[in-house]
């Protein structure tokens, strides 16, 4: 599975963002798409994930009732998207993929940075 984040910017505190990842590769519906980001300094979190086949989304409580992620199959795009975002929303916005039942994302997009100023 190849990825290809994109959409990410400069953005003021109570904003909105729209990360978009574009997917490729066989057997998709394998797959578990998450988002995760890591900013300066602290570790990496997995803010969503999404099953491919099903639907199926997680999220971080940090994130909870302000993000949505999406998929959508004949587009093969995964969307973050960042509602009512916060200072401590700044960081690099991976998206990954893993087979289902896998702990770790092995397959990953390059990171997109979101930075929302106060």
């Known amino acids: 599975v190849q990825l290809q984040a994109s959409g990410g910017g400069l953005v003021q505190a109570g904003d909105s963002l729209t990360l978009s990842c574009r997917v490729s590769?066989?057997?998709?519906?394998?797959?578990?798409m998450g988002w995760l980001r890591q900013a300066p300094g602290k570790q990496r979190e997995a803010v969503a994930s999404?099953?491919?086949?099903?639907?199926?989304?997680k999220y971080a409580d940090s994130v909870k009732g302000r993000f949505i992620v999406s998929r959508d199959k004949f587009k093969n795009t995964v969307d973050l998207q960042m509602n009512s975002l916060k200072p401590e929303d700044t960081a690099l916005y991976y998206c990954?993929?893993?087979?289902?039942?896998?702990?770790?994302?092995?397959?990953w997009g390059q990171g997109t940075q979101v930075t929302v100023s106060s």
């Open positions: 990954a993929a893993k087979v289902h039942g896998q702990s770790d994302y092995v397959n």
């Open positions: 590769g066989r057997k998709l519906s394998w797959y578990i």
């Open positions: 999404i099953r491919w086949s099903g639907g199926i989304q």
